[in-house]
């Protein structure tokens, strides 16, 4: 009865310090480390989110880019930091979901070592094309590829991304022969398009918006649930006869694994009002973003069906990491 007694206690006392932990923290600077290079939108969308929960939480969130491996670098790095949330993960698709399927090898395991806290945003693809292609319909799109195979090409920010995937989904579907270009970040893939040395390319609204606007890209299709209020006459591929044609690229952000659940819980609810912030909504938004801001455990949900739906095709179409 004493030895059960003392368990009590100790168990108690775990759960007393784990209390106290959470109300004092956080007590010094939280660092943020950024999987990707300044200027990238993970990195604009922690500079937009961490003066916020500074001011919530009282302490400075100090952005830290450490970009490479196709973003394993940062997420390992808070992966194997200490678990008492002062170093945080803003990161994507990639090294949270879908890096485990492209890499032989990966230093952390992204399910077991990172720990959501929130969905920061998401963001659909636009089919985009050239002004010289003469398609202006996902149809003609389709009949055109078929009709000259291995002659497109489209563009990328590398193997993995949500870009990627998304024209390979398309590929699969409909049989396509269309040559794959990664390439360092959306500028140069855009440059790209415009000269005519690649097609197509899937891409968030903000990347290809201006150059519809101008005519210079257009736009087929969205990969959106339903239309986007901003571009109401582009139709999603969904009602274009594709079922289940959805991809976001999204940015969250995380915790090593074994941070205490009263710390990631008071960081989540800190994020959920930071994001909901209007001088942040707007930036994000002005990033061509949709604010979300959800829970830990829709993060988690979220990420493990994203993993589970990529590692899909990345299986199917044998993609491996840019190396």
């Known amino acids: 009865m004493r030895r059960l007694l003392a368990v009590w206690a100790a168990a108690l006392l775990l759960l007393a310090a784990g209390a106290a932990a959470a109300e004092e923290y956080p007590s010094k600077p939280v660092r943020v480390i950024v999987s990707f290079p300044p200027g990238s939108t993970p990195d604009l969308t922690a500079r937009a989110v961490a003066p916020a929960l500074a001011q919530l939480l009282g302490q400075p969130f100090v952005v830290d880019d450490r970009s490479g491996a196709g973003g394993n670098i940062g997420a390992d790095a808070v992966a194997k930091a200490a678990p008492d949330g002062y170093t945080l993960l803003v990161s994507t698709n990639g090294p949270v979901s879908i890096n485990q399927a492209l890499y032989p090898e990966m ?74 270009v990664p390439y360092r970040g959306f500028p140069p893939a855009m440059l790209d398009l415009l000269a005519g040395n690649i097609q ?26 339903k239309r986007a209020a901003s571009l109401p006459d582009l139709p999603t591929m969904i009602e274009l006869g594709y079922p289940g044609f959805e991809s976001y690229a999204w940015i969250g952000l995380l915790a090593p694994g074994k941070t205490p659940p009263e710390i990631v819980a008071k960081l989540e609810a800190a994020t959920r009002k930071a994001t909901a912030m209007p001088e942040v909504r707007d930036a994000l938004v002005r990033q061509g973003f949709d604010v979300v801001g959800g829970s830990a455990a829709e993060f988690d949900a979220f990420r493990r069906s994203e993993a589970t739906k990529w590692t899909e095709i990345i299986q199917r179409v044998g993609a491996k990491a840019d190396q």
């Open 107 to 180: 230093p952390y395991d992204p399910m077991r070592d990172l720990a959501p806290i929130s969905l920061l945003v998401t963001a659909p693809q636009i089919l985009a094309v050239g002004k010289d292609v003469p398609v202006k319909s996902v149809a003609e799109f389709v009949a055109y590829a078929r009709a000259n195979p291995g002659k497109m090409s489209y563009g990328t920010v590398g193997t993995g991304s949500a870009g990627h995937l998304t024209m390979e989904d398309l590929k699969i579907r409909e049989s396509l022969d269309i040559v794959h």
């Open 200 to 225: 197509t390319m899937f891409a968030i609204s903000a990347a290809v918006l201006p150059y519809m606007a101008d005519g210079r890209v257009r736009g087929l299709a969205i990969t959106s649930a």
